[in-house]
């Protein structure tokens, strides 16, 4: 496979677009994996939970569940747009390693090449 720094630039920009949405899309899918079926929970349970905490608004401790979940959700998608951040900082590098080497190289070349070899390559 060949270097191909179009690739590289493209896969650090979906990286960035992900990073940019992970965190509202991970703090949903916690508080509705928790939330819901607490709320549901709540629902069926209303008389057992009358009885035994007392009377309480339906869905209080769905609400508490799912706002908790939540922010478990904000904290964990902000730590994974964090690591995808920094994995597009890591292919940035490379690619910036990349165009300086190539640039070095050609430096190089040019200032080592016999006035022979330069003719040929003109």
Known sequence: MKYDEQFLLKAAARLESEAQTIVFSTSAGY?????????????????????????????????????????????????????????????LALVEIERNTHTSLATTNAATASPAQINQEV
């Open 31 to 91: 508080t509705l994996v928790v939330g819901l079926p607490a709320f549901i929970a709540e629902d069926v349970l209303h008389g057992f939970l009358v009885r035994q905490i007392g009377d309480m608004p339906i869905g209080a401790i769905a609400i508490g569940l799912g706002l908790v979940a939540m922010a478990v959700g904000i904290a964990r998608g902000r730590e994974k747009a964090f690591n995808l951040r920094v994995q597009v900082h890591q292919l």
